[in-house]
């Protein structure tokens, strides 16, 4: 079996080595096999000719047979053009280029046959196509039969001469020199049960499909491969990783939690709190450590389920430790545990990188010899010199902004590693949890507690700047607080934007009866809290912030959030800065300011956020619409997101049944010693060792 990857893409004719280096620069494609996994991005059919007679303006791409009867050139200098007279014998179009004209000219002849490629439109009443593909007609065989691939390609291939076209014919005289099946990547077994297409069969026809029918087979069998390792090596990994560590037993719910469920309980806990609780409660009851990923909304009481959880290792002799990825935001957890947990005999602690001196002293004698019950922290709490006597719970809020190795620290304070609790306000739609987070169980706390009202929100033009003002006094009036977020901290000379300096002045002119504060990523994080801590006492009534405030403060108090240039934010984006207003029991308002004229597709997000508060509805559209490579997370995941031709939010279905699929193998075969596997096993190693992170998840 001939080794793709170790083949030079140089050697392959048409390329050579400028060329080489130009696709290892703009695509990472240095090897046959690189070149033989970059898919098209879309196919056009060209099995059919057209007449210049049939064409108008509002056709798709089409395809011309005939010869140039003429060249000229119109315009100066940048406006210089060249116009190529095409006739076929029903008519005359124009073929239009804005570049490469000499190369244009001394390539094509006149009055010889060529097959014209490309869109028509319709310019001071003649049909023309801009910059054609122009190819002679005994060139096509490959694809006279049927679809057309098109490449993605970049500015500076299309000047080196290796534009779509070119690349579809260096692929094909790529395919062309390997005369032997390509080594297979699936057993067998798997490829009848599941009617796939051999290796070597779709990689031909997922580049030159003779029809629709076996492009939709070659994609399927490519995208099934994709999304299978994925999902195997997630759960190979969580199956290892639940046969070689023991968790600690959580035997019994004891008087901690009894008492605080029983006296100090603020509110009745909603039926998603109850129902998380229970999962959490058969986890660390199993005698196998708990890896466990809470997803909920802003204001669900997720804080809540993880002091509950909590209590429960207190209740057993164990101790627990709540990470944070702020200041602010764990100066936050630990006031609402010490309001929450009140007279309670259970000692609480704070550690991060501001306390120093005997203070931190004092608090790691006290981890040691268990007299602190829980600890809250920033990244502070997995230094090394931080050592408890027995960790048994560990909760992470906001887990995206830990990486990896972070929250594998935890991992040797102990024993056994500690039950582990993830905690995220980021809704992750259910496709992209099970590659994010595959190898977590997960829970979702979908109900808001009683008594919290939907927040409203509003679009409006930045024209109808006063009547909103007016209403943002009448709320200042009332004793509420304000966010007004701005996309920008400096002024972009090419992105026309209301930033944030200007608007800070603004604000202060507009509302001289208010305090203003400011806060923005590029101030000193001593300066940010302090302007922060005068918003959270209320002494400051309006907040002028970039997304820092995006996770973070709780101030129930502040009641309107106006975005400013929204149409500039993705949607879970906006979704989190709404987040920040209607966490008291006031009706809130979040308004979103646009300019009057506004693409389609920013239309569409901003009407999904007018109509609804749900965040995973929201999450489903925003990755329907962006894609997975824009949300958070990705990286530090450990999962590799340079999927080649799957697409996570299109192939929702196909990634669920191949994760059961993946799931039937790991449980038959956990160690992996069946022969009918080998083939899996070998091509798993196989990525392992190349670019693709498969690193540990939590």
Not at 7 to 21: C, F, L, W
Not at 50 to 57: F, I, M, P, R, T
Request: net charge neutral; charged share 25%.
């Amino acid at each position: 079996m001939i080794d793709l990857t170790a083949r030079d893409i140089k050697y392959i004719t048409g390329v050579g080595p400028q060329k080489a280096e130009i696709l290892q620069k703009e695509l990472q494609i240095s090897s046959l096999h690189d070149l033989i996994y970059y898919f098209p991005y879309k196919y056009v059919d060209r099995s059919r000719i057209y007449q210049v007679s049939e064409l108008n303006g509002s056709m798709p791409y089409i395809q011309l047979k005939g010869k140039i009867i003429g060249f000229e050139t119109f315009g100066e200098g940048r406006q210089r053009r060249l116009v190529a007279h095409f006739n076929d014998g029903t008519g005359t179009v124009d073929l239009v280029w804005f570049q490469s004209i000499k190369y244009i000219t001394s390539r094509y002849k006149l009055h010889q046959e060529y097959i014209v490629f490309g869109r028509p439109t319709v310019f001071n009443g003649r049909v023309n196509v801009a910059h054609p593909d122009i190819d002679k007609p005994e060139d096509l065989k490959l694809t006279s039969k049927g679809l057309q691939p098109y490449y993605n390609t970049t500015e500076r291939m299309k000047r080196s001469f290796l534009a779509s076209p070119a690349l579809a014919r260096i692929i094909a005289i790529a395919l062309q020199g390997i005369t032997e099946p390509l080594r297979e990547t699936l057993p067998q077994w798997l490829l009848s049960q599941y009617h796939l297409m051999p290796l070597t069969e779709a990689i031909n026809t997922v580049h030159f499909p003779t029809s629709p029918d076996a492009l939709r087979k070659a994609e399927y069998r490519l995208k099934f491969e994709e999304l299978f390792y994925i999902q195997l090596a997630i759960l190979r990994y969580a199956k290892d990783r639940q046969l070689r560590y023991r968790g600690y037993v959580f035997s019994k719910v004891g008087d901690h939690f009894n008492t605080f469920y029983s006296r100090y309980l603020p509110f009745e806990l909603t039926g998603a709190q109850k129902r998380v609780l229970k999962e959490i409660r058969q986890d660390v009851g199993t005698g196998r450590q708990m890896n466990r990923l809470v997803q909920g909304d802003v204001g669900s009481g997720k804080t809540l389920v993880a002091l509950m959880s909590m209590l429960l290792a207190i209740d057993n002799k164990f101790q627990a430790c709540m990470m944070a990825p702020t200041e602010i935001l764990a100066n936050q957890h630990y006031e609402t545990i010490c309001a929450f947990l009140k007279d309670m005999d259970i000692r609480v602690e704070l550690l991060t990188g501001s306390i120093k001196g005997k203070k931190r002293k004092e608090i790691h004698e006290g981890l040691l010899n268990g007299d602190i019950d829980i600890l809250v922290g920033t990244h502070a709490v997995i230094e090394d010199t931080v050592q408890f006597a027995s960790l048994g719970l560990a909760v992470i809020d906001e887990q995206h902004r830990f990486g990896v190795a972070q929250r594998a620290q935890l991992w040797h304070k102990n024993t056994y590693p500690p039950h582990v609790l993830v905690m995220t306000a980021t809704p992750i739609p259910r496709t992209l949890a099970m590659t994010l987070y595959g190898d977590l169980d997960v829970s979702i706390i979908d109900e808001l507690p009683p008594g919290r009202k939907p927040i409203q929100t509003i679009h409006q033009f930045d024209n109808r700047r006063e009547s909103m003002y007016q209403s943002v006094r009448n709320q200042i009036a009332e004793g509420r607080q304000v966010y007004i977020v701005y996309p920008l901290i400096k002024e972009s000379e090419k992105i026309d934007l209301k930033n944030l300096e200007e608007g800070y002045h603004q604000i202060c002119e507009a509302f001289p009866e208010a305090k203003v504060c400011k806060v923005h990523g590029k101030m000193k994080p001593v300066e940010k809290d302090a302007e922060m801590q005068t918003f959270i006492s209320g002494e400051s009534q309006i907040m002028v912030a970039t997304t820092v405030i995006e996770v973070g403060v709780n101030v129930p108090n502040a009641s309107v959030m106006i975005i400013e240039n929204a149409e500039r934010f993705g949607l879970s984006q906006l979704h989190q800065l709404r987040g920040r207003v209607g966490r008291g029991a006031d009706q809130s308002y979040c308004i979103l300011v646009t300019k009057y004229q506004l693409a389609e597709d920013t239309r569409k997000r901003l009407e999904i956020m007018v109509r609804t508060n749900d965040g995973f509805e929201i999450a489903e559209a925003d990755l329907k619409l962006r894609g997975p490579g824009d949300l958070e997370g990705t990286q530090q995941s450990g999962v590799a997101f340079d999927l080649k031709i799957a697409d996570i939010a299109r192939d929702g279905q196909l990634l669920q049944y191949v994760r059961e699929i993946a799931q039937a193998i790991v449980d038959e075969d956990p160690q992996g010693v069946l022969p009918k596997n080998d083939t899996l096993w070998a091509q798993l190693n196989a990525l392992k060792k190349s670019n693709v992170n498969w690193a540990s998840i939590s």
